[in-house]
């Protein structure tokens, strides 16, 4: 592998710290991802339901798509093994290469190690290091080592989420139904499931299940991916390895520098050599000092010194030692505040009258703590002393009472009878034409409400709103029975609520129909 490309920066990390890198490149490559998976990923969900629908066995295509995961899990997988090291594949390269990577693994995958919960640990030490046999075991239980557990909790999490996503989903549809539609019990509402469970309630199931592993798994193989290098690099020192590379090629870049220097040096200590064993240095431009008659004059330190010479580099060393000794050449910084001008004195007054507003302060705030309770207590007297005229008359009780403006609007209170007329729909169409329409439309409604309740033997609490009745309506063994039933309610709700009433020719329809289902005498 040529691990100097990679553009991550390795390092050893915790396992959860690994999970994160994975999740992060899942994020950073989303669209050279998810683009071939809906590409692979949807015409497999259409053909298997299909086939579902021709069989009506929607259950088995789900199944099956759960079941060939690790087949599509190849896609995030690929993708990520190449951009990791600066090569990301386009869309059909992906696609194409799903056709021969990977495909001697396959079978493995979906047999046998198709329930292991550390899958996304394992698939990339089957797909990418292409090792079999024992060696394959051995690898695996390697790379597996203290990172087992968590691709296990990883493994649980992933599901969890999907099953999340799911249930958000129906809660979801459930939420924006109308309140009238749904069934008033649990029990209620898993036989209206049994019956009303079709074949496009069932093909929207299999395509919220396919939408939610849709967006988990590809994080759950990045995860998993993850994992696999940090385990790598914990065991195999990727991390040393690539500053060790680094190294190489830096040295390999200044040999030729470092040769030069070495030769260089070389040649210095040879020339010192000859100088230190008396032979002459070899300075062909060296200066030699000359007298008034042009002959040499010879060097100064020999007839000084004589045969003794000053090492002037021990002494150097001695004097830079002897300076940085604490004791000699020790340092001291002073800080302090001083008067700009020190001649200047504060003659204006002595420092304690400096204060003396200070204290004038604390002194009104003082008194105003101490006495403050008692001043606002006098205000608020003084307050109500100021407005008694006005409060006075209503404590003694001799307040007038409001008088209702003249033009008030009244309102007709609804008033029905406790027991139902005997003929329903002349009574109905009677109170239609004395202009209280409201309460023949009331009168409707009470009626065919009994009616349906004696019908499906059913007894409904006081009180009941619309929608239980609608809900109850739905025990009615005929659907014209439930559709006319229906149309009252929502006739009463229109008139009740929003003013609306209906034509007269509509009116004499719904209680034609009314008194046609329901059976009432005429």
């Known amino acids: 592998m040529r691990i100097e490309q990679l553009t991550v920066r390795l390092r050893a990390r915790s396992d959860w710290e690994a999970i994160e890198l994975g999740m992060a490149l899942v994020r950073g490559h989303a669209g050279a991802i998810w683009t071939p998976w809906l590409w692979l990923t949807l015409p497999v969900f259409a053909l298997l339901n299909l086939g579902a629908w021709w069989i009506d066995r929607f259950w088995l295509a789900a199944l099956l798509m759960w079941w060939l995961k690790p087949a599509f899990d190849r896609i995030p997988l690929y993708v990520m093994s190449r951009a990791v090291f600066g090569s990301v594949p386009a869309t059909r390269e992906t696609l194409r290469a799903q056709l021969r990577w990977g495909v001697r693994t396959l079978p493995h995958l979906l047999t046998w190690r198709r329930l292991s919960p550390v899958r996304s640990l394992y698939m990339p030490i089957d797909l990418l290091e292409g090792v079999q046999g024992d060696r394959l075991r051995q690898r695996r239980s390697v790379l597996g080592g203290q990172a087992y557990g968590t691709a296990i909790l990883l493994t649980w999490i992933c599901l969890v989420f999907q099953g999340v996503l799911v249930l958000g989903g129906l809660l979801a549809v459930v939420m924006y139904l109308p309140q009238d539609l749904l069934p008033d019990s649990v029990q209620a509402a898993f036989r209206v499931a049994a019956i009303e469970w079709n074949a496009w309630f069932k093909l929207a199931w299999n395509a919220l299940l396919w939408a939610a592993i849709s967006v988990i798994e590809p994080f759950y193989v990045g995860a998993g991916f993850g994992l696999y290098l940090n385990r790598r690099t914990q065991i195999e020192a990727w991390d040393l390895e690539i500053v060790f590379r680094k190294l190489r090629a830096r040295l390999a870049a200044a040999a030729p520098m470092v040769l030069v220097a070495s030769l260089w040096l070389g040649m210095v200590g040879t020339a010192g050599a000859q100088e230190r064993h008396g ?22 330190l020999p007839i000084v010194f004589g045969d003794q010479r000053v090492d002037d580099r021990t002494f150097r060393e001695a004097a830079d030692r002897a300076y940085r000794d604490p004791l000699l050449g020790r340092r001291q910084v ?22 003396a507003w200070l204290s004038g302060i604390g002194k009104t705030l003082a008194f105003i703590g101490e006495w403050g309770l008692w001043l606002v207590a006098g205000v608020l007297v003084l307050v109500v002393l ?123 329809a719904l209680v034609g129909d009314l008194q046609q289902r329901y059976g009432w005498a005429s």
Not at 286 to 293: I, L, M, Q
Not at 334 to 355: A, C, F, I, V
Request: glycine content about 4%; some cysteine.
């Open 386 to 508: 100021a407005t008694v005229r006005y409060w006075w008359p209503w404590m003694r009780g001799i307040a007038r009472s409001p008088v209702a403006p003249p033009d008030a609007p009244q309102s007709d209170a609804l008033v029905l009878p406790e027991a139902l007329p005997d003929d329903i729909a002349t009574a109905a169409r009677a109170l239609w034409r004395d202009g209280r329409r409201r309460d023949a439309l009331a009168l409707l409604y009470r009626a065919s409400v009994e009616s349906m309740s004696q019908r499906v033997d059913l007894v409904l609490p006081p009180g009941a709103t619309e929608a239980e009745c609608l809900r109850a309506s739905r025990r009615l063994p005929l659907a014209e029975d439930r559709h006319v039933f229906a149309r009252i309610v929502r006739t009463w709700q229109y008139a009740a609520y929003a003013e609306r009433l209906p034509g007269e020719d509509e009116f004499d």
């Open 279 to 300: 032979a002459p240095p070899v300075a062909a431009d060296a200066p030699v000092a000359t007298g008034e008659d042009g002959k040499p004059v010879p060097p100064t």
């Open 334 to 355: 002073q800080s302090g505040w001083e008067r700009r001008n020190p001649q200047e004195r504060d003659t204006k007054e002595p420092h304690d009258l400096d204060n």
